[in-house]
């Protein structure tokens, strides 16, 4: 049971932790690179 739930909290952190990278890279990249 505790096993599951670390394999569980392990994924959503890294779901998260992707999806911010993935954002903050677009925001980064539409931000300071306006020239195409």
Not at 27 to 33: A, S, T, V, W
């Amino acid at each position: 049971m505790g096993f599951i739930n670390f394999c569980c909290n392990s994924f959503l952190f890294l779901f998260i932790h992707f999806s911010y990278l993935a954002l903050l890279r677009e925001l980064l990249f539409f931000g300071g690179n306006d020239s195409p």
